[in-house]
């Protein structure tokens, strides 16, 4: 099975700051990787698919790279709305999540 | 607009199985792949298995081969999911999402199965 590493598992940043996460897979997945938002009590939202592809309607404040097994995940931008979960998931061999990264407003 | 609508709550006693139904609209059902995907309780997302909706074929994750079935009705429309001898740490919410290409741009609201005796 493939193991997703994503890291931190938890950040606090100010209205406005960049933010970055990064997900390590265990193994070669090329692009085969998205990210999805999670908001408590809601069900996930993708924003990024194929590590760098946004989806429609998602703000580009939003953005995301990588390949192989390093990819990275930024909020150029933090919003008050940005608060929640977000998670990597890859696709290259069945599916797998990260662990995820809880975002909260220093 | 694409839905996923699935069934409600569940409160089940250890041993016994759980069936959650994911009803799919606004899209041709058979075009697409059905994952379940399942969160307990302030916990992380854990893929649980994916079906094709257009001939039934297959894949669940490694830990619950043998307790995990899914299913679909073409008729309706509708895929199922269900879980046998449960335990208390499948308590957890239980989505269901359309499988894009590997992405899941739709998801069901989820449904809550609580297992407790």
């Known amino acids: 099975d493939i193991q997703m590493t994503q890291s931190p598992s938890s950040l606090s940043a100010s209205v406005g700051d960049r933010v970055t996460i990064t997900c390590q897979a265990s193994?070669?997945?090329?692009?085969?990787l998205n990210w999805y938002q999670q908001k408590p009590g809601k069900a996930p939202k993708l924003l990024i698919y194929?590590?760098?592809n946004l989806e429609t309607g998602v703000p580009s404040r939003f953005s995301g790279s990588g390949s192989g097994t390093d990819f990275t995940f930024t909020i150029s931008s933090l919003q008050p709305e940005d608060i929640a979960t977000y998670y990597c998931q890859q696709y290259d061999n069945l599916f797998t999540f990260g662990g995820g990264t809880k975002v909260e407003i220093k | 607009q694409v839905q996923l609508v699935q069934s409600g709550a569940e409160v089940k006693k250890p041993g016994a199985s759980v069936k959650v139904s994911c009803k799919a609209s606004g899209y041709t059902f058979t075009s697409y792949g059905i994952s379940w995907v399942r969160q307990a309780p302030g916990q992380g997302l854990e893929w649980m298995g994916w079906?094709?909706?257009?001939?039934?074929?297959?894949n669940y994750a490694q830990k619950l081969q043998g307790r995990v079935t899914m299913t679909t009705d073409t008729s309706t429309s509708t895929a199922y999911m269900e879980l046998r001898s449960l335990r208390s740490d499948d308590t957890a919410v239980y989505y269901c999402a359309r499988d894009s290409g590997g992405s899941y741009s739709s998801w069901g609201q989820g449904t809550l199965v609580t297992v407790s005796s």
């Open positions: 079906i094709s909706a257009y001939n039934g074929n297959t």
């Open positions: 194929d590590a760098s």
């Open positions: 193994q070669d997945i090329s692009n085969y």
